[in-house]
């Protein structure tokens, strides 16, 4: 399915309801980007980012999980996702919470304590009322956070607990994703 084709899909009656009925058939159009990106940070910011606890969040069919685990099978990895989680326990055989992102934003569910927390392909679709809410709750489970996003969005604050470290494109079979590194700024 093209990117354009996901707009439409959303356009009729939103991400939720489109997930909600298509949840366990979704194929994320941009795995081979997603692997490409959980790489370039593997290799390039490893040094820097602690991968050995990581948080999979809005972790569709378990794309980040499965690169993730390729390149560092060692990795302790749980996934959240409130529409993909019966998808993501199928392929990767771990364990993934029904949590949505405002359930996260109005504390309704308590993260735990991770080294990263990687986002892909689903950062962007947050309500703007529910993003720094939900920002900051990142931020005090984990001290990095890697997005993933088809587009320029979303634009996060360091108000919001995070500074950006470093972004850049990545591209795989005529697919992009732009890869940014935050630091949360909050005192551990």
Not at 18 to 23: A, I, V
Not at 82 to 106: D, N, S, W
Not at 136 to 154: C, E, F, G, N, Y
Request: some cysteine.
């Amino acid at each position: 399915m093209s990117v354009r084709g996901f707009r439409d899909l959303y356009s009729r009656s939103g991400p939720t309801a489109y997930y909600l009925q298509h949840g366990d058939q979704y194929q994320n159009p941009h795995e081979p980007a997603v692997a490409a990106a959980v790489r370039y940070a593997a290799i390039h910011w490893s040094f820097k980012i602690d991968f050995s606890h990581v948080l999979d969040l809005a972790a569709g069919s378990g794309e980040v999980t499965v690169a993730l685990n390729d390149l560092l099978p060692e990795a302790r990895i749980e996934g959240i996702d409130p529409y993909t989680h019966r998808l993501y326990q199928q392929r990767t055989g771990r364990p993934c919470l029904a949590v949505t992102f405002e359930q996260l934003a109005k504390g309704e569910h308590e993260l735990s304590t991770y080294r990263c927390i990687i986002v892909s392909c689903a950062l962007h679709l947050v309500a703007a009322s529910w993003l720094p809410s939900l920002c900051l709750r990142l931020s005090a489970a984990a001290p990095d956070l890697l997005v993933l996003t088809p587009i320029t969005r979303p634009e996060i604050r360091p108000s919001w607990g995070w500074v950006l470290q470093s972004e850049c494109l990545i591209e795989a079979e005529a697919r992009s994703l732009r890869l940014r590194w935050y630091r949360s700024n909050l005192a551990r």
